[in-house]
C-alpha cells in the first residue's frame, strides 16, 4: 500500500501569496488617505512606532516628516481593533546595535506593550539595513522577538531559513540611488505568485503629493497599488497582518506530522519546541488525494477543496490526533 502524506500548507487555507503592507513611524495622517484605502479593499496595515515619540510631535534629526504628530496609546489601540498589526521602530530611531538594545529594543518593547496592551513581537529597523547588525539580531532573539524587518527589497518564501529576518520592498513614488526605479503598482507580484512568495510593502505617510518621493508614494499611487493586489490576487492572496504571517512560518516550521504505528490512516500532529511568543497556533493540512472524511481529536472536521489540494484547518495549541478516511489507499 502507498504511504499516506499529510503535510503543512505553505500559507493558511492553501493560498499562493501573501501580502502585507507596513507604515514607518506611525503618523497620525494615515488616518486622511491610508486607513480608508486599506479598510475599503480590506487590507490590514501594520504600524511601526517609534516609541520614544509616541503621541509625541516628531522631532528626529532632519527627517522630512518632522512636524507630523506621531499616533499615541489610543489611536494606536483603535488600528488594533481595526486589525492592524503594531511593531516596534526603535526607542529613538537611531542606533540599534548590542550596546544599545536595552533600550531601543528591550525597554521599547516593555512600554509599547505596555500602551497598546498587546505583545510585540515584530521589531523594523530604523534608517537602513545597519541596525540589522548581527548584535541589533541577537537582542531581537534574547528580547523574545519573532520578526525583525529590514529594507530589502526581495520576496519571503515558505522556506526560508531566518524567519527573524523578513524583507520588505519599497512602496514609493521613485527608489533610491542610483537606479531610481519609477512606481511599479505590479512589483514581485508575479513573482510571489510563482513562488509562493510573502510581498511585505513599506512606506510612510501617503498624501495628495509625496513628502519626499524616496520615502513615500501618493495616496492615488497607493490606492492604484492596493487595487492592483486584490485584483491580481483573487482568491490565491492572503492579506495577512504581519503578526498572523510570522506566527504561521514559526508553526509550520515546528510542525511535526507523523504515522501511528499499526493504525492506518491515523496521525499525531503538534508543534515540540515551538517559540513561545507564537500566538495564532493553526496551520492547514494538506490530506492524500481521494480522502473523503477527516477527524481531529475524535470530531469530524470540514474538507476543502481548492483546486487538487484537500485541506483542513488544526489549532495545534495542544497536540492532535488526526484520522483519514476515503478511497482505497487511506484508511477506512
Not at 529613538?92 to 497598546?116: C, F, P, Y
Not at 508553526?251 to 511535526?256: E, L, Q, V
Not at 488544526?314 to 497536540?319: E, F, H, K, Q
Amino acid at each position: 500500500m502507498q504511504e499516506l502524506r499529510v503535510t503543512v500548507s505553505p500559507w493558511p487555507g492553501g493560498k499562493r501569496w501573501v501580502y502585507s503592507i507596513t507604515f514607518d513611524e506611525a503618523l497620525s495622517d494615515l488616518h486622511r488617505f491610508a486607513i480608508p484605502i486599506l479598510d475599503e479593499f480590506r487590507v490590514p496595515g501594520h504600524l511601526e512606532v517609534v516609541v520614544g515619540q509616541m503621541g509625541q510631535v516628531r522631532k528626529i534629526g532632519a527627517s522630512s516628516y518632522n512636524g507630523f504628530k506621531h499616533m499615541g496609546p489610543d489611536e494606536l489601540r483603535e488600528m488594533l481593533a481595526r486589525g492592524w498589526g503594531v511593531g516596534n521602530h526603535s526607542w529613538s530611531h537611531e542606533a540599534t546595535n548590542a550596546q544599545t538594545a536595552d533600550l531601543e529594543l528591550g525597554r521599547a518593547k516593555e512600554v509599547l506593550e505596555e500602551a497598546i496592551g498587546e505583545p510585540i513581537t515584530i521589531y523594523c529597523s530604523s534608517g537602513d539595513n545597519s541596525n540589522m547588525n548581527d548584535g541589533a539580531l541577537a537582542a531581537c532573539r534574547r528580547f523574545g522577538y519573532l520578526g525583525a524587518m529590514s529594507l530589502t527589497d526581495a520576496l519571503n518564501r515558505p522556506e526560508d531559513a531566518d524567519l527573524l529576518w523578513i524583507n520588505r520592498t519599497f512602496l514609493h513614488t521613485q527608489g533610491y540611488a542610483p537606479f531610481y526605479s519609477e512606481f511599479d503598482p505590479f512589483r514581485n507580484i508575479p513573482h510571489a505568485r510563482r513562488d509562493r512568495g510573502w510581498i511585505i510593502d513599506y512606506l510612510h505617510c501617503p498624501l495628495e503629493q509625496p513628502v519626499h518621493p524616496n520615502k513615500d508614494c501618493s495616496a492615488a499611487q497607493l490606492r492604484e497599488r492596493i487595487e492592483t493586489v486584490r485584483a491580481e490576487g483573487g482568491e490565491d492572496l492572503w492579506a495577512a497582518r504581519v503578526e498572523e504571517a510570522v506566527d504561521y512560518r514559526y508553526t509550520r516550521r515546528a510542525a511535526k506530522i507523523e504515522a501511528v504505528p499499526g493504525r492506518a490512516g491515523e496521525f499525531t500532529v503538534a508543534v515540540p519546541g515551538l517559540h513561545p511568543a507564537v500566538r495564532k497556533r493553526t496551520v492547514t493540512l494538506e490530506l492524500p488525494e481521494g480522502t473523503r472524511a477527516a477527524d481531529v481529536d475524535g470530531r469530524r472536521v470540514e474538507i476543502v477543496k481548492r483546486g487538487p489540494l484537500l485541506l483542513i484547518d488544526v489549532d495545534l495549541s495542544r497536540p492532535r490526533t488526526l484520522r483519514i478516511s476515503g478511497d482505497q489507499g487511506v484508511a477506512q
